[in-house]
């Protein structure tokens, strides 16, 4: 049996996540868990604090209700203050350990011995993880940048594409989120910590283009990494959460045609010249082939005149999902 106890499924959004989550959580010692934001939204509004039992309670709920119903009803956390309760018998005032207390509880529930989640941005917060969590192991996606700013530019379109339930408000916060320099900084900054750990035990790199190309031996190779047995049916997973094709309901399978998608249109050159521009350092680093330019297009005069509007547009839209603002710049632009 693994010694591990967790895992955290990490990297840039829009680099495969969710598709790893959905690969481990085939295998039957591991739960996935929904997105549950805790660290950045929850967490760092709470760090430093000794919460009270009425705290405890709430902290916990509302994690029950994310888990539950999904990070966009989070309004109901009413209806889970019994269960927390229930669970929370003893005094618990550090979040850090009610969190714990929550993935225990939940992974329990269903069966399985370790918790996995799938929160992209908990990247920013690998110290806490490693240190809080001692027998935890990270997996850190990694995805061609081209690809990332694709998926980004068209993540508007997940309710149209099957996610129905998204709230109309979360498709407009997309739309405007989406501007080819925030998303190639925020991707150089992911890879930025990513680079950090490139030689930590407890921290395995998979880039997303491999796991596509040869699926079964990456997956072994994360099996070894987190030493639990390799099961075919974690190849088996739903062809689902694309920005630019509908669900398939009845397909499961790692879907290849995901690699490289850039290449066949949907960015403009001024979109991938200003991007390569940017990310040229991570890009080589990671090996990454750039696309060669003769001259810069001249459509990247509009993204340099726009950036400033979209990232105070997306500044005001996104107020009420940003826990601490400060600690979100610090860590999401990587300033020292």
């Not at 209700?65 to 109901?76: A, D, H, P, S, Y």
């Not at 062809?239 to 309901?249: A, L, Q, R, W, Y």
């Not at 960015?267 to 001259?295: G, N």
Request: net charge positive.
């Amino acid at each position: 049996m693994s010694n591990i106890k967790q895992i955290f499924v990490i990297g840039s959004s829009r680099s495969g996540t969710t598709m790893m989550g959905r690969i481990l959580g085939n295998h039957h010692d591991v739960f996935t868990f929904k997105e549950l934001h805790f660290f950045g939204t929850i967490w760092t509004n709470s760090s430093n604090k000794n919460l009270n039992k009425q705290q405890q309670i709430q902290l916990l709920a509302r994690l029950l209700c994310i888990q539950e119903q999904g990070i966009f009803n989070q309004k109901n956390t009413a209806d889970f203050i019994q269960k927390a309760s229930e669970i929370l018998i003893e005094n618990v005032n550090n979040p850090l350990a009610i969190y714990e207390l929550f993935l225990t509880t939940i992974t329990a529930e269903n069966k399985a011995t370790i918790s996995c989640e799938q929160t992209p941005k908990n990247l920013y917060y690998l110290d806490e993880i490693l240190n809080f969590f001692p027998d935890a192991k990270v997996i850190n996606m990694v995805r061609d940048q081209r690809d990332v700013l694709l998926s980004q530019k068209n993540k508007w379109k997940r309710k149209f594409l099957g996610a129905s339930k998204i709230p109309l408000s979360e498709v407009i916060r997309s739309y405007v989120n989406y501007h080819p320099i925030t998303t190639a900084k925020v991707w150089c900054s992911s890879l930025a910590y990513t680079t950090k750990y490139m030689y930590n035990d407890r921290v395995k790199i998979v880039k997303f283009e491999g796991l596509l190309s040869n699926s079964e031996q990456t997956i072994k190779e994360i099996c070894h990494f987190l030493d639990i047995e390799f099961q075919t049916t974690m190849t088996k997973v739903p062809v689902i959460g694309s920005s630019t094709e509908s669900d398939s309901k009845t397909k499961f399978d790692i879907d290849n045609t995901k690699k490289q998608k850039w290449k066949s249109g949907g960015l403009t050159l001024a979109e991938i010249y200003l991007s390569q521009r940017i990310a040229a350092k991570m890009m080589d680093l990671f090996k990454y082939e750039k696309k060669q330019f003769v001259f810069p297009p001249t459509l990247i005069v509009f993204y340099l005149f726009t950036f400033p509007f979209k990232l105070l547009l997306a500044f005001f839209l996104n107020i009420n999902r940003i826990g601490n603002f400060a600690e979100m710049i610090k860590k999401r632009f990587a300033l020292k």
